[in-house]
């Protein structure tokens, strides 16, 4: 399929160590878009990448959180030093639209579980 | 306050049963977003809408801007519309962003 897509699907980090997370986005796609969804709840935006350049990084929690998409393709979000609190899925969506409103197709989402 | 609330939290139906559930916002936005999410699935996006009402097979999705308030309605519910149904918009303040409600879960019992 040409969705988007992310991995792994499932990591287990122990706290404090680095984790690194990937997004495929749909060909083409110029919006690329990280949300945290902690469980139980709606997800929350982290950063926005229109092509190669970090539009939006107002919702990354800390310094510990680093987003990169240097070709405008593939994304990784980056997490140093993890925490019980990050815990949570990480979702991707990316859009053909780089103006407001348009339609955001959603990978599975990586889950993190850090003990 | 969120930017955006959603109700009722929980649902349950009879299966058949003609379902709503509602969205209300406080921003200003340049569209609004039906999304569903299935247990440990992905999320799917059902509807964006900007102004009046739009239907794909059962589902039906309205907006009232200068109420600030969207439904969706399930028209004869089937266990396999069980799921999270999030309403999200994105805001002419917002770069895109979409700022989420925290969903709407749907049970439809056979």
């Known amino acids: 399929g040409a969705g988007v897509s992310q991995s792994p699907r499932y990591k287990v980090a122990k706290r404090g160590q680095d984790v690194a997370l990937r997004c495929d986005p749909i060909?083409?796609?110029?919006?690329l878009f990280w949300y945290q969804q902690a469980l139980g709840q709606g997800p929350e935006f982290l950063t926005y990448?229109?092509?190669?350049?970090?539009?939006?990084k107002s919702g990354l929690p800390s310094d510990r959180f680093f987003a990169e998409r240097p070709e405008g393709s593939v994304s990784t979000l980056k997490i140093q030093r993890t925490q019980q609190e990050d815990s949570a899925v990480y979702l991707c969506?990316?859009?053909?639209?780089?103006?407001?409103?348009?339609?955001?197709?959603f990978g599975p989402g990586t889950r993190l579980l850090v003990l | 306050k969120n930017e955006v609330e959603q109700s009722p939290q929980n649902l349950t139906a009879q299966e058949g049963e003609f379902i709503t559930i509602n969205c209300s916002y406080s921003?200003?936005?340049?569209?609004l977003h039906w999304l569903q999410q299935h247990p440990g699935g992905g999320i799917v996006s059902l509807f964006m809408?900007?102004?009046g009402k739009k239907k794909h097979g059962r589902l039906i999705a309205t907006i009232n801007i200068q109420e600030k308030h969207s439904s969706l309605h399930i028209t004869a519910s089937h266990p396999r519309d069980s799921a999270v149904y999030i309403c999200?918009?994105?805001?002419?303040?917002?770069?895109?962003?979409?700022?989420f409600g925290k969903g709407n879960q749907v049970v439809v019992i056979p």
């Open positions: 969506a990316s859009s053909g639209r780089d103006f407001l409103g348009g339609t955001q197709y």
């Open positions: 060909s083409g796609h110029v919006s």
């Open positions: 990448f229109q092509n190669e350049a970090q539009l939006d």
């Open positions: 921003v200003g936005i340049s569209a």
């Open positions: 809408l900007s102004s």
């Open positions: 999200a918009v994105s805001s002419f303040l917002g770069n895109n962003r979409l700022a």
